[in-house]
């Protein structure tokens, strides 16, 4: 099999329609899987305005995002909440091109982010708190290594609802490992 061309950038406005179509057509299950309180869901225009504010940000963002390239096309993103500039971060990662799941590239592709998102804040720690119900994050997440901290009851950004969360410490080391060891021509631009 030939290597895939694995990159990640920061978010461009050609991005916004496949992220708020992969948020606004998501099933019920998907969502409930994901924790999202459907309630919470902004309307297709509002989130293509937030995400719009987010191209091209500057230094005092509090949420970014790392579109996940495949070859040449975008196939998901990983996004940055709550960031503290020089401290931490929380990172969620969303494949919303369904015809690349279960191929192992979001792993890599989520490295490659961490990674990306440790150089761009300065950031000393960065954890991922995907939902105790939602088997596909937990499972990359504990077989690339990522040390599950704990668990804890709360909502992981503002669109979930309060729910059992794993708490993962995405380690530099790792994701430079996770990043580097695929078979890919892994890099970030």
């Known amino acids: 099999m030939t290597p895939r061309r694995l990159r990640v950038r920061p978010l461009e406005s050609a991005d916004i329609p496949a992220i708020v179509e992969y948020w606004t057509t998501a099933t019920a299950s998907d969502l409930d899987r994901m924790g999202v309180d459907v309630a919470k869901l902004p309307s297709a225009a509002g989130l293509t305005s ?35 500039r020089g401290d931490r971060a929380e990172i969620h990662l969303h494949m919303w091109n369904a015809g690349f799941r279960g ?60 729910c059992l969360l794993n708490i993962y410490d995405v380690r530099r080391e790792i994701a430079r490992s996770r990043a580097s060891g695929s078979a890919t021509d892994a890099a970030r631009t």
């Open 103 to 162: 191929q192992g590239l979001g792993d890599p592709l989520f490295a490659l982010s961490a990674l990306d998102f440790y150089e761009r804040f300065a950031l000393r720690q960065i954890v991922c708190e995907p939902s105790a119900g939602n088997a596909m994050p937990n499972r990359m997440l504990q077989r690339a290594g990522y040390p599950l901290l704990g668990t804890r009851m709360g909502a992981s950004s503002e669109l979930s609802r309060v």
């Open 50 to 84: 937030s995400l719009e504010r987010l191209c091209g940000g500057g230094q005092d963002l509090t949420t970014a995002y790392s579109v996940w390239r495949v070859d040449d096309q975008s196939i998901g993103y990983s996004s940055l909440k709550n960031i503290r």
